[in-house]
């Protein structure tokens, strides 16, 4: 009867890493065709819809009047020069309290020095 040595355990393992590698390449390579194909037909659905022209003013959203949109485009004009304003949202809770939870985590891992005996 025959041993099962290291030597047979190692050309087992580089086995294993082969087929593990070789299915991976396999994986990779079809969602690449997944992708090609997709991108491929919706460039196809672009190229058959016509094309719609983009709206002079766009609507204010979430509710906020187009009065006040003027009023802060005017105000960020004034203060900074020309920018862009990008978004406009509602004041919400922010995000201190979980900026200060993950600082209050983060410092909890930190190695403390030990205590002199009394």
């Known amino acids: 009867m025959k041993t099962y040595t290291t030597l047979d355990a ?6 294993i890493y082969g087929i593990v590698i070789v ?5 990779a390579v079809v969602i690449r ?8 037909q919706a460039a196809q659905v672009e190229a058959k819809a016509p094309a719609k022209p983009a709206p002079a003013v766009q609507p204010a959203l979430a ?19 020309a920018h862009r304003i990008v ?3 509602a004041a919400s809770r922010g995000f201190g309290w979980t900026a ?3 600082t209050v985590h ?9 205590r002199a005996p009394h």
């Open 23 to 27: 299915i991976s390449m396999l994986v």
């Open 100 to 102: 200060e939870a993950r």
């Open 63 to 81: 509710g906020i009047p187009q009065e006040h949109l003027a009023v802060i485009a005017a105000a960020v004009a004034a203060m900074m020069g």
């Open 10 to 15: 190692i050309g087992d393992m580089f086995v």
């Open 87 to 89: 978004r406009i949202e």
């Open 33 to 40: 065709g997944i992708v090609w194909a997709l991108s491929r």
């Open 106 to 114: 983060h410092t909890s891992h930190a190695p403390r020095a030990p």
